[in-house]
């Protein structure tokens, strides 16, 4: 291991107990927004961090947009519409690169909502309403564009073109630790929320916690 690997080691670990306390300290990570004086704390972390997503959302390894950052604009302005942003615009690595789209909310996003029947939850407003957007987005990526020519700092073309066809999508948002209660793990609401979710095509949902476990595995 060299005196490189060291410190980038060194670094994750850091990042990773930042990461930790961002999900568990509500102080804390309400003092990180304040002293950044902005709202996107997990943006701006994100960004700080792609090595997260690059191992922790998919085997496939993702990577950002040469030198561009993870927030993209996938549909321009038009006359009749407003541009369309993802959280994070990323491409696998593999012979050939393909596109991948992620959004961000927040960890204390509620994942389910009120009771529909009997044992039987829905999903929250807030949850519901960020699966549509990803999926409009996606969407309106496709619309424009299937390939990307790719170019430096300078708008040159780097000779690497990403492809567009049924990207992959993710969506960050939420804690499983919301279906914990003093005497243990609520069922009816885990089922109801793993149900939902793994019944989904598009997008694939992930939540900070496990996340973070991913991210604390690759360092380890």
């Not at 994750?12 to 990570?29: A, P, S, T």
């Not at 309400?30 to 997990?42: D, E, G």
């Not at 541009?83 to 960890?107: N, P, Q, Y």
């Not at 564009?145 to 992959?168: C, I, S, W």
Request: hydrophobic letters at 40%; charged letters at 25%; aromatic letters at 12%.
């Amino acid at each position: 291991m060299t005196k490189t690997d060291v410190v980038a080691i060194a670094y994750r670990k850091q990042q990773l107990d930042v990461f930790r306390r961002l999900i568990e300290d509500v102080d804390y990570f309400a003092h990180v927004r304040k002293i950044k004086a902005c709202a996107s704390v997990w943006q701006r972390f994100f960004q700080k961090n792609t090595w997260i997503f690059g191992y922790g959302l998919n085997y496939i390894y993702l990577d950002q947009l040469s030198s561009k950052k993870l927030e993209q604009v996938v549909q321009g302005f038009r006359i009749n519409q407003s541009g369309k942003r993802i959280d994070a615009l990323m491409k696998t690595k593999g012979t050939i690169s393909t596109l991948c789209f992620v959004e961000i909310k927040t960890h204390d996003t509620m994942l389910l909502g009120r009771e529909y029947r009997e044992v039987c939850w829905a999903p929250s407003a807030k949850l519901a309403g960020a699966l549509f957007q990803v999926q409009g987005t996606v969407a309106a990526g496709m619309y424009d564009r299937h390939v990307l020519r790719m170019e430096d700092r300078e708008g040159n073309p780097t000779g690497e073109d990403v492809f567009n066809y049924a990207p992959k999508s993710y969506l960050v948002v939420g804690n499983l630790a919301e279906f914990i209660t003093d005497a243990g793990v609520n069922n009816n609401k885990l089922r109801s929320f793993e149900l939902f979710r793994r019944n989904l095509i598009a997008p694939e949902v992930i939540t900070f916690d496990e996340l973070y476990q991913r991210a604390q595995f690759i360092v380890r």
